[in-house]
């Protein structure tokens, strides 16, 4: 009986040991949480969903994320266009990814909208999205034929009053037309809109004389306003822009409730683990502080953010602003 005691007392040291060795070994990350959760991260290559086509200002500035923080972390961030749906098929792909910080999202002025426009959608990009950081914007600018008579925002809604003008847009919902109905509601006119599968053949016809006007974003029309196939008669933003000097700002051209931004940002699926989320706005923030990369995106006809942490307010305060408008509007997407 003594011995069988000994032999119990014995074990019972051994599994106290065990436990106390466990008690201090070190967790895995995902178990402790925390800012571990981020300390090796990212550990694999990055997808980075742009829901547009190459090109335009949402696939530039992801490539020029990607670029930027694939050198700081030595690890691949493959940009992956997924255009269709107007922009929700991509979102939805994040939306439904796996919560670990390895599938992105570029996020537009579209996917604001895309709220009320698409009340049905099989996911939630307020609940099933998180923000992690705005990146830029870049203004709308107004457009017509270099050989038009309107030569101001005033001429324009004056225009307007008179009889019903063309307005083409890059499709119904997208920046443009949302742009062109804000300035509708503001002024009591009425256009003709046209959408078209895009800005580009936008600008042909404006060029062409098919249409009087494009409420266009601003990267699209440039060349062709320095080029003098197009006048602008102003910018949406508070200020002038620096690479078009000599075009007046909305406000200044008598309609300072027509400031529209058209920006970008990024976001990750709902549920990843606030470390990460927080190492990659913050990586983010660094980036668009450098010298080197804001004079690469202002040359783009673009303006850095400075979004972290702000960007789910933002984005909450762009939902609710276009909402009211959709809803005052009735516009409907096909």
């Not at 959760?37 to 980075?48: E, L, T």
């Not at 923000?131 to 457009?143: D, E, F, G, H, L």
């Amino acid at each position: 009986m003594c011995g069988a005691r000994r032999h119990l007392n014995r074990v019972l040291l051994a599994l106290s040991v065990v436990s106390a060795l466990a008690a201090l070994a070190p967790r895995p990350a995902a178990a402790q949480g925390g800012s571990d959760a981020a300390a090796d991260f990212p550990g694999k290559p990055i997808r980075y969903v742009v829901p547009f086509a190459a090109g335009g200002l949402t696939d530039i500035m992801a490539r020029m994320v990607g670029h930027q923080l694939s050198e700081e972390w030595k690890k691949p961030i493959v940009v992956d266009n997924r255009p269709g749906g107007n922009a929700n098929i991509g979102a939805e792909q994040v939306a439904k990814a796996p919560p670990d910080g390895y599938t992105w999202l570029a996020v537009t002025l579209t996917h604001a909208s895309n709220v009320t426009l698409f009340p049905k959608l099989p996911f939630s990009m307020q609940k099933d999205l998180v923000p992690v950081a705005r990146i830029a914007s870049s203004p709308m600018m107004v457009v017509v034929p270099a050989s038009s008579p309107i030569k101001s925002m005033k001429d324009l809604a004056a225009a307007a009053q008179k009889s019903k003008l063309n307005a083409g847009s890059s499709g119904n919902g997208t920046p443009p037309h949302l742009t062109l109905a804000l300035f509708e509601s503001q002024t009591r006119t009425s256009f003709t809109h046209v959408p078209y599968k895009g800005g580009a053949p936008s600008m042909t016809d404006l060029i062409g004389g098919q249409i009087d006007v494009v409420f266009s974003n601003f990267p699209e029309s440039l060349a062709y306003v320095k080029g003098g196939k197009l006048r602008a008669l102003a910018v949406t933003t508070r200020e002038r822009h620096p690479l078009l000097p000599d075009v007046p700002t909305v406000a200044e051209a008598g309609y300072p409730e027509l400031i529209v931004e058209n920006w970008t940002g990024l976001m990750m699926p709902a549920g990843t683990p606030r470390p990460i989320v927080d190492k990659v706005a913050a990586s983010v923030a660094r980036m668009l502080a450098t010298e080197s990369v804001r004079g690469r995106i202002v040359s783009a006809g673009f303006s850095p953010a400075a979004g972290g942490p702000a960007f789910a307010d933002y984005f909450s305060g762009e939902v609710t602003r276009w909402a009211r408008l959709i809803e005052e509007k009735h516009i409907r997407v096909e």
